[in-house]
């Protein structure tokens, strides 16, 4: 991924950074791929490419949280271009999927490329802006996230939003890059309103050559 001259890449700093413009996640449990367009250009709306926290995030979720989030109510913050929130729609959970206004589309685009019909019906696509609440206040019995944890100044608003869209018995997903800097400010602030325990390495893949990802999985303190 680092250090490669190629015609589709973006040059950052001593880092040139391959881009493709689309991304193929393999379904675990039947012979289904999820393909993912993607911006390849290096600029704009930084969650219109995919980062390797919602990889990584997505084969967790594929292999892992079948069971859990069968039925269930399941809602993805800072979607990007869809990934994580797509996966989770396969497992026959009714998914609402969010992010800033500028990406609703790519995801749209993206959700209508790889769902089937009653899939695409248990799913809602809408904007989220951390620290506002859903219509309704609405909750839900799974969280996922990934890649949220980079900003000190968003951290205070992306708690709070953790805390309006959870219920008592919720399940958090959190995917977060180990080196990030903000990420154990994010992890001291979360200990404080929710149970916070660590997936067992064994159960992430990780991507090669790149930043190291862990999943915490949080529940509200009674």
């Keep these: 991924?680092?250090?490669?001259?190629?015609?589709?890449?973006?040059?950052?700093?001593?880092?040139?950074?391959?881009?493709?413009?689309?991304?193929?996640?393999?379904?675990s449990s039947s012979n289904r791929s999820v393909v993912i367009q993607q911006n390849s250009?290096?600029?704009?709306?930084l969650g219109s490419r995919l980062w390797d926290g919602g990889m990584v995030f997505a084969?967790?979720?594929?292999?892992?949280?079948g069971p859990i989030l069968k039925d269930k109510t399941c809602v993805e913050l800072g979607?990007?271009?869809?990934?994580?929130?797509i996966v989770a729609a396969t497992k026959d959970a009714k998914v609402t999927i969010t992010d800033k206004a500028a990406l609703l589309g790519l995801i749209e685009t993206n959700a209508r490329a790889n769902l089937t019909a009653p899939e695409m019906s248990r799913v809602t696509i809408r904007e989220l802006l951390w620290g506002s609440d859903l219509p309704d206040?609405?909750?839900?019995?799974?969280?996922?996230?990934?890649?949220?944890t980079y900003d000190f100044d968003d951290l205070p608003i992306l708690i709070s939003?953790?805390?309006?869209?959870?219920?008592?018995?919720?399940?958090?997903?959190?995917?977060?890059?180990?080196?990030?800097?903000?990420?154990?400010?994010?992890?001291?602030?979360?200990?404080?309103h929710f149970e916070v325990t660590s997936v067992p390495d064994s159960s992430i893949r990780q991507n090669e050559n790149t930043y190291t990802i862990n999943?915490?999985?949080?529940?509200?303190?009674?």
């Design 1 to 27: 991924m680092f250090g490669e001259e190629e015609k589709d890449s973006n040059t950052y700093g001593q880092w040139t950074i391959r881009i493709p413009p689309s991304y193929t996640h393999e379904l």
């Design 41 to 45: 250009k290096g600029f704009g709306e």
């Design 59 to 65: 084969r967790f979720v594929d292999e892992h949280l």
């Design 79 to 85: 979607s990007g271009a869809g990934l994580v929130g």
């Design 137 to 148: 206040q609405e909750t839900f019995d799974v969280i996922l996230g990934a890649d949220l």
């Design 161 to 192: 939003t953790l805390r309006n869209v959870s219920h008592a018995t919720s399940r958090v997903y959190i995917a977060y890059g180990v080196e990030r800097a903000a990420t154990e400010t994010f992890l001291e602030m979360a200990r404080e």
């Design 215 to 222: 999943v915490a999985m949080m529940q509200k303190k009674s």
